[in-house]
């Protein structure tokens, strides 16, 4: 028991000890990956020359420590590799999106433009087969002034060039113009389908939240993945 009572009194607490390195780490700046997991060990160790022999550690306790530590290191090594791998898939969407730039290209929109006689043309997205798809356009004061009977057409996407004349074969005046995309069920249910404008992709332009947008000449700035087609 002389024994015993000797090295409690030689022996500092493990907890002082353990303070003592964890004040010691707290004045270093936070530890990541090798650095926190030496922290970790050097406290381990502390821990067992300083532990009470009449009640020593558990080694499954020891083994779930040492499981803990390797898989908060390996999280930090995961998020850096993540972090890279987004900078360089952002880094390949934006050479993509510079690729486009000069290219008339079909987007969500329902306008299109008539420049000395001529239409940039638009075009439509269907989700599923059509048995009679309608093709309404209207000018600026919402006149139809042509209407396009497409008949039956298959799920996609449809590019579609439009000849800017009137219903009496007139050539219509320079403008923009919107339209409408609809379709009637054998049943005679009639269906609203997604419309595409056609636009000349003028440049690639980094948002304030980091991410990039193509500008368009209509005045959108669409995504990479809004994109339905080249033509």
Do not use: C
Request: proline share 4%.
């Amino acid at each position: 028991m002389q024994t015993q009572n000797t090295y409690y009194r030689d022996k500092a607490p493990a907890t002082d000890l353990l303070g003592q390195v964890d004040t010691a780490s707290r004045k270093e700046a936070a530890p990541a990956g090798a650095d926190l997991q030496a922290t970790f060990l050097r406290l381990l160790i502390a821990q067992m020359q300083n532990q009470d022999p009449t009640n020593p550690m558990d080694s499954s306790q020891m083994t779930s420590q040492l499981a803990q530590i390797n898989t908060v290191t390996g999280i930090g090594q995961l998020n850096t590799q993540l972090s890279a791998l987004a900078a360089q898939l952002g880094a390949n969407q934006q050479m993509e999106m510079s690729m486009l730039i000069g290219a008339t290209v079909l987007a969500p929109g329902n306008t299109t433009a008539v420049v000395e006689g001529k239409s940039t043309g638009f075009g439509v997205q269907l989700d599923h087969d059509v048995d009679n798809l309608d093709i309404v356009v209207k000018d600026s004061a919402g006149r139809v002034v042509d209407t396009l009977h497409l008949g039956k057409q298959s799920a996609g996407t449809i590019p579609l060039g439009w000849e800017p004349k009137g219903p009496n074969g007139e050539d219509l005046p320079d403008g923009t113009y919107t339209f409408t995309a609809t379709s009637t069920t054998r049943s005679g249910n009639s269906e609203t389908h997604k419309t595409l404008a056609a636009s000349v992709v003028q440049g690639v332009v980094k948002q304030p939240d980091g991410s990039f947008r193509l500008a368009l000449s209509n005045g959108v700035f669409a995504q990479l993945g809004d994109i339905s087609a080249i033509v």
